[in-house]
DNA sequence: CTATATTTGTGCGTATGTATG
DNA sequence: ACATACATACGCACAAATATA
């Protein structure tokens, strides 16, 4: 059983990196599929109840790995590699 | 030869003074345009390598010196006069 | 062509905590 | 105590790009 990294939003690990290291997992999983928009800043705020500020800082994460590839006013995207 | 003031991230001057007066430099050589956008506080933050605090309050200090104006929204332009 | 909705970009203001000089 | 600086996090607003009705 392969399962996400664990979501504490009172850990001493910061939320963004938290959330970014569960979409990475997503990624490599396949659950989320290469050419595929990632959920939106607004989604990634709902499901983890936080602030837009803070999806944001984990989508940028996302983009500094080198895993997706965002598209101003259009979403953000997996990378196929 | 006009060079800007360098950056010395460990001198005496605090770091948004040195980054505010580098940026008035580009301004007054003419290297940031009339009408045209400086850098993005994101911008700043990853080209002096500082937080996001430092990054506003040298943007604080142009706009106190009259060489720039922010729109809410769109970015801080410099002023034609 | 216009209008709307969605998504991202940028900025403002504020707050808490840590650390250094 | 104070100024400077970094890191994290919240909420809000307006602008620009994109897609669609």
Do not use: C, N
């Amino acid at each position: 059983m392969s399962s996400e990294p664990a979501y504490d939003p009172l850990g001493a690990v910061p939320r963004y990196l938290q959330i970014a290291r569960i979409l990475r997992a997503r990624i490599e999983s396949g659950a989320l599929e290469p050419d595929r928009p990632i959920p939106s800043e607004k989604a990634v705020e709902q499901e983890f109840g936080v602030a837009r500020q803070t999806a944001r800082h984990a989508v940028a994460l996302l983009r500094e790995w080198g895993l997706v590839q965002t598209v101003p006013g259009l979403g953000t995207y997996v990378i196929r590699r």
